[in-house]
C-alpha cells in the first residue's frame, strides 16, 4: 500500500461510542481483518469502501482518509 | 482468521499431503501407479465450505478479491514457468528417442494442478501476512 496515504479510523471509532472494529466492520460490509488492515495502514481501500466508513462516521471522506503523511487537506 | 486464508492454508496441506503420499508411493509402484496420490486432491471438494454463508458475517469482502487476484497472477505464471520448465526437459531428454512416453505428459498435467494451487496458496498467504505485519 502506498505509505503516503493514512487514516484516522481509530480515533473515530473511539469518537463514536468506542465502536469497535468488527461493529465498523459489519456496518461497512467488510470482515474485521480488513478493518485491522486499514487502521495498520497496510491495505488501501476502494472508493466506495471509502465512502461507506465516511458515512458511518457522518464525516467527509478525506476526514477520514489522508495523503501526504497525515496532512489534512484544509476546508 | 479471514475464510479465504483458512482456504489457502487447506490448500497447501493438502498439497503437500499429496506431494508426501507420492514420494512415499514412488519407489515401491513406480511414476505411473504413484500417481494414485492425486486422488487425495479429492478433499479439495470441500473447499467450497470455506465459502459457506455465515449470518451476519461477511465471507469474501474486497481485500479478499484483491488478494486472490494478486495471487491468481503468481499461480498463473508459476504454472507457465512450470510448463515451459517441462517442455525443455522432455526436449533435452528425449531428443535423441524422438517421442515423449505418454505417461509422461499426464503426470505433467497432475503436478501442473499442484504446482497452481500450491502456488496459489502460498502467494495468498505471503500476501494476508504482509498486510497483518
Redesign the interface.
Given at each position: 500500500m502506498d505509505r503516503a496515504l493514512t487514516n484516522s479510523i481509530r480515533r473515530l471509532r473511539f469518537e463514536h461510542g468506542e465502536m469497535t472494529q468488527q461493529d465498523l466492520a459489519d456496518q461497512v460490509g467488510v470482515t474485521r481483518q480488513t478493518i485491522i488492515a486499514l487502521e495498520a495502514a497496510r491495505y488501501a481501500p476502494s472508493l466506495l469502501l471509502a465512502l461507506r466508513i465516511a458515512r458511518v462516521f457522518d464525516v467527509n471522506v478525506e476526514d477520514v482518509f489522508h495523503l501526504e503523511n497525515g496532512r489534512q487537506k484544509s476546508s | 482468521?479471514?475464510q479465504q486464508q483458512k482456504l489457502a492454508w487447506f490448500t497447501l496441506s493438502v498439497c503437500i499431503a499429496v506431494a508426501v503420499v507420492y514420494l512415499a508411493l514412488l519407489p515401491f509402484v513406480g511414476p505411473s501407479r504413484a500417481t494414485a496420490a492425486f486422488a487425495l486432491m479429492a478433499a479439495w471438494a470441500f473447499a467450497g465450505q470455506f465459502y459457506r454463508k455465515r449470518p451476519?458475517?461477511?465471507n469474501v469482502?474486497?481485500?479478499?478479491r484483491d488478494i486472490h487476484a494478486a495471487a491468481v497472477k503468481v499461480a498463473a505464471g508459476g504454472v507457465y514457468l512450470y510448463f515451459v520448465a517441462c517442455s525443455l526437459l522432455m526436449i533435452y531428454s528425449r531428443r535423441a528417442a524422438g517421442t515423449v512416453p505418454v505417461n509422461w505428459l499426464s503426470n505433467m498435467v497432475w503436478f501442473g494442478a499442484l504446482i497452481l494451487l500450491a502456488s496459489w496458496s502460498i502467494a495468498a498467504l505471503v500476501l494476508y501476512r504482509?498486510?497483518?505485519?
Open positions: - | 482468521m479471514p451476519g458475517r461477511v469482502d474486497e481485500r479478499d504482509r498486510e497483518a505485519a
